[in-house]
């Protein structure tokens, strides 16, 4: 079996929880607690030289890092059910807003960058989250105008996929730094219809064993 190490507040994690799910992939989970820096030792760069989560280990002992690195594998070695459509063109605009999210929003906000401008820049508490809650809201903006052209049940398709893999996780961090979701109707329509399929809940952080209890 496969082993994913990642955290259950960990954005990047969740989008590969997501993909596990709907693709019906069982995994252990061994979580890295990076409230208590856990990242930062040896035992844990020595799988991700960038001292992040997630890493998913195959059972041929590979490590693969990076979340959407590692969809792009689940979806070539365990292509059904597929996470992005057939059509090129869809394909590539879906992997765009999902880069939107992956490679413009979450990197300014995560936590390493909040922990740097709290340190060096004077920031507490308020200055952090509203920092978040800025870079969160730029892209939303974005986002909320192409999924208001979808014209599909889902992002460009019919059925969850890619897309929602990093939409759901980017929308529970947006809550979590005050973003008022209010503002980005269709995000938030598509975040209410994933609410009870099970790969969403399964993926949730609420739901994985390392959550503290307090
Ligand atoms: N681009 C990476 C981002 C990974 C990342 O930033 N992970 C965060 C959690 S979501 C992390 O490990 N943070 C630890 C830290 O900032 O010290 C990916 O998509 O996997």
């Known amino acids: 079996m496969m082993t994913l190490y990642g955290y259950w507040r960990s954005s990047a994690s969740y989008r590969v929880r997501i993909a596990l799910g709907l693709k019906g992939i069982d995994v252990i989970h061994k979580p890295?607690?990076?409230?208590?820096?856990e990242q930062l030792l040896p035992s844990h760069t020595e799988l991700n030289a960038q001292a992040?989560?997630?890493?998913?280990?195959?059972?041929?002992?590979?490590?693969l890092t990076q979340s959407l690195a590692i969809l792009d594998y689940l979806e070539e070695a365990y292509p059904k059910p597929s996470l992005l459509p057939s059509d090129p063109v869809k394909c590539a605009?879906?992997?765009?807003?999902s880069q939107i999210i992956a490679a413009d929003i979450a990197p300014i906000q995560n936590l390493r960058v909040l922990k740097y401008i709290r340190a060096e820049h004077g920031q507490g508490d308020e200055g952090v989250k509203a920092w978040?809650?800025?870079w969160i809201a730029e892209g939303f903006r974005a986002l909320e105008s192409l999924a208001s052209k979808s014209n599909q049940t889902f992002f460009l398709r019919d059925e969850p996929g890619y897309f929602e893999c990093c939409l759901i996780p980017q929308i529970y961090n947006a809550r979590r730094f005050g973003v008022n979701m209010n503002s980005f109707p269709n995000l938030l329509h598509l975040d209410e219809i994933v609410k009870y399929h099970p790969?969403?809940?399964?993926?949730?952080?609420?739901?994985?064993?390392?959550?503290?209890s307090n």
Request: glycine fraction near 4%; aromatic fraction near 2%; proline fraction near 8%.
């Open 32 to 37: 890295v607690n990076l409230k208590a820096g």
């Open 93 to 97: 605009q879906i992997r765009a807003a």
């Open 199 to 212: 790969a969403f809940v399964a993926a949730h952080p609420s739901n994985q064993n390392d959550m503290p």
């Open 52 to 63: 992040l989560v997630p890493v998913l280990e195959l059972e041929d002992g590979s490590r």
């Open 132 to 134: 978040a809650a800025h």
